[in-house]
């Protein structure tokens, strides 16, 4: 099977930086995905690591180091409406995707 | 392009009562995907479908029927409904096999 363990809440301010931690136990997967998620919302794509390193995109970053089963999300220049939680994902095997339970983060002034 | 679209977005059963989730997407993908989401429990694949006429058991099946008569849509089916199927529902469909997963806006279902 797949377990994914992510922190369940974080607070920073606003223009700061954070960093989302996911960490995952798996006997294979394709990639690791994340995905934004406001409340009463549906999920939105954020980034997807097949290979390790950084991945780039904008105020976001995702890494993934698959030797460590570890990956985190770099948000930089915090703004308000980045207040969501955010949800770490495997790719491949059985479940097709599996999500883990997701990081609240609120952003302060 | 509407993307995946899901109704009704809203809905109240009674305990033992049948009711259907629609789920329909514009966008041609063949993998379609049920969710749901409980709070602090992330999301759990329920049933998912490689294509038309092709459907498989997720994680948490029981309760649930789901069918796949065409690539655009592929309905949910609470039977008998209990109270631990109050969640929000997601249905999801991905151009790849566990590819990016495109969300329809969600179907907040409560069983009293």
């Known amino acids: 099977g797949q377990n994914i363990d992510q922190p369940t809440e974080m607070t920073a301010t606003e223009g700061a930086i954070v960093q989302i931690n996911c960490t995952y136990q798996?006997?294979?997967?394709?990639?690791l995905f994340w995905y934004q998620q406001h409340a009463g919302e549906a999920p939105t794509f954020l980034s997807y690591n097949v290979l390790d390193g950084l991945e780039e995109k904008g105020r976001f970053s995702s890494f993934l180091s698959r030797s460590k089963g570890y990956s985190y999300l770099l948000l930089k220049e915090l703004q308000m409406k980045d207040s969501a939680s955010y949800l770490c994902a495997l790719s491949g095997g059985y479940q097709k995707v599996t999500f883990g339970t997701g990081t609240k983060l609120q952003v302060i002034p | 392009n509407a993307g995946v679209t899901q109704t009704p977005k809203f809905r109240i059963l009674k305990i033992g009562q049948s009711m259907t989730l629609q789920c329909t997407q514009d966008m041609n993908h063949n993998y379609m995907y049920w969710y749901r989401q409980d709070p602090g429990m992330g999301l759990k694949l329920i049933y998912y479908?490689?294509?038309?006429?092709?459907?498989d058991k997720g994680e948490v099946p029981n309760g649930y029927n789901v069918s796949r008569s065409t690539t655009e849509d592929f309905p949910l089916r609470l039977e008998l409904a209990a109270p631990s199927q109050t969640s929000v529902y997601f249905c999801?469909?991905?151009?790849?096999?566990?590819?990016?997963?495109?969300f329809g806006e969600g179907s907040r279902l409560t069983v009293l």
């Open positions: 479908s490689v294509g038309a006429g092709i459907t």
């Open positions: 999801a469909s991905s151009y790849e096999e566990s590819g990016e997963l495109f």
């Open positions: 798996t006997s294979g997967f394709n990639g």
